[in-house]
């Protein structure tokens, strides 16, 4: 649960974020007016008494504040406001006779349109670029691929008139689990296409917009404009282009777009959290043509890049930590970016209202309120090591101690394997599980462990089998 008084204060940081990237009288008219109310399930909820305030924040900045305190916490987060009015010194909704409690009922999502790049609708975050972007094993070549748009995009031999011109680039699909990065590397697309190409038109929307764009079109009768307005752009990003599937209607709308724009030699470039053979149901000629170009998989980041990230994270916002809880953070936290960035700001909030230093307990906290349904690793531990004694008779007790039997000295690298694959536990964490000082000895179990699997298949049958029942969750 997230204290009002936190809440506070990540507001207050958020606010300093916006005036990097608002004008000063955006910031002084929209957003310093609003007042943070409070939070409840997973929403924050503001108020305003100015019903321009009310329309203007509603149907421009909504999804910003979103963005905002759903980065900051590192969970999805809505944000409502409130339209009220104050009598005898209690806060009424408009056009209700019963004070603001917790209880309110959030008035309906107001639509947001499509906008271009610079427009005070675009929902751009000028941090997000390829320099800040951390490159590892898991998303080295959804980067790689991305600069390479970003840096001759199709719609720019388009530009030069060489009609026979055909990209290998596009369209450009990226796809992998929500908050690792996907969104990122959209926005810091846009940012180096604007720096070399700024006369190129930008649009970007989320798929579910799409939806909805469309929907409103139909209703007042409008869909020239909507067609218009998508198939004349040189670069289309659509964010999460899964929720078009199942939708007959925008499937059949946007295969068109996406043919008038690949013809003319325009940029498309798409994310979802699957690839197009898994996004069901979606038609087989959208899947296709979203083959047509290069496909991108960014994997949650393994333990040397979530290291990486929290050190950079950190630096960014001046939070100074031990290796102690650099490593209990890297290793507990395994599932996104997203995550790892609400430990951050989150333990960022808690240093600065308690005047505390970042300490394993503090941290201890921070992650849980983040790892959701995510486990332990200590409980990971556990059930290796109730594993091993199942399988080679040996105890827990036998495999943490000195004792160099064959049958011990085995199950002991067999964990050692185990414990490496299933927790991504980095060697020197390995070591202080079994109370070795010296690392070396876990790399040199594992890598015993590893040749015997490649070598003898009836042993990797075994080991597959062990690793299976390990990562059992009872």
């Known amino acids: 649960m997230v204290m009002l008084e936190e809440l506070h204060a990540i507001w207050g940081e958020i606010k300093k974020t916006y005036a990097k990237i608002y004008t000063e009288s955006i910031v002084d008219l929209w957003f310093e007016p609003l007042e943070l109310d409070r939070y409840e399930l997973d ?26 305190f759903s980065d900051f916490l590192g969970f999805p987060v809505k ?43 675009f929902p751009f975050r000028f941090e997000y670029t390829f320099e800040n972007f951390i490159v590892g094993s898991s998303n080295r070549f959804a980067h790689a691929a991305c600069l390479g748009v970003a840096e001759n995009p199709a719609c720019v031999e388009a530009l030069k008139g060489d009609g026979n011109y055909m990209s290998p680039y596009n369209p450009l699909f990226i796809y992998g689990p929500s908050g690792i990065g996907k969104t990122h590397l959209l926005h810091a697309i846009v940012n180096r296409i604007k720096q070399k190409l700024p006369e190129v038109k930008i649009l970007y929307i989320r798929g579910d917009d799409f939806i909805n764009q469309m929907i409103n079109h139909l209703a007042k009768k409008t869909m020239n404009d909507f067609k218009n307005k ?58 296709t043509r979203f083959e047509w170009g290069i496909l991108a998989d960014i994997q ?16 960014q916002v001046k939070l100074k930590m031990s290796d102690e809880v650099l490593e209990f953070l890297a290793e507990n936290i395994r599932s996104n970016v997203r995550q790892i960035e609400g430990a951050i700001k989150k333990m960022s909030a808690m240093t600065f209202l308690t005047g505390s230093e970042v300490s394993l307990e503090l941290a201890g906290k921070c992650v849980a309120d983040l790892m959701g349904g995510a486990e332990p690793v200590s409980a990971s ?51 202080k599980v079994f109370n070795k000082k010296n690392h070396t000895t876990m790399l040199s179990s ?12 009836a042993f990797a049958l075994e080991m597959n089998n062990l690793e299976k029942e390990a990562s059992e969750r009872i």
Not at 43 to 67: G, P, W
Request: overall charge negative; glycine content about 2%; proline content about 4%.
């Open 381 to 431: 531990i556990d059930r290796v090591f109730r594993v091993i004694e199942k399988h080679y008779g040996v105890s827990k007790e036998d495999l943490l101690s000195e004792k160099r039997l064959r049958d011990i000295v085995m199950a002991r690298h067999a964990a050692i394997y185990l414990l490496k694959k299933i927790t991504g536990m980095s060697y020197p964490s390995l070591a």
């Open 79 to 121: 944000v409502f406001v409130e339209h009220v009015e104050i009598k005898n010194g209690q806060k009424y909704l408009i056009g209700s006779d019963e004070p603001v409690f917790v209880s309110s009922i959030p008035r309906e999502d107001q639509h947001i349109e499509a906008s271009e790049f610079g427009t005070e609708k």
């Open 230 to 287: 998508y198939r004349k752009c040189d670069v289309l990003l659509i964010d999460d282009i899964q929720f078009i599937a199942g939708k007959t209607s925008t499937q059949e709308e946007f295969f068109h777009t996406f043919n008038a724009l690949y013809e003319d030699h325009k940029q498309i470039i798409l994310t979802s959290d699957r690839p197009p053979r898994e996004i069901k149901p979606l038609e087989d000629r959208l899947v």
């Open 300 to 315: 949650p980041p393994d333990l040397e890049l979530r290291t990486a990230i929290i050190k950079k994270k950190a630096e």
């Open 43 to 68: 929403a924050v909820y503001f108020t305003t008494e100015n019903v321009i305030k009310y329309r203007v924040v509603t149907t421009k900045y909504k999804e910003v504040l979103e963005q905002s």
């Open 446 to 457: 594992y890598q015993l462990i590893l040749r015997k699997v490649e070598d003898e298949p």
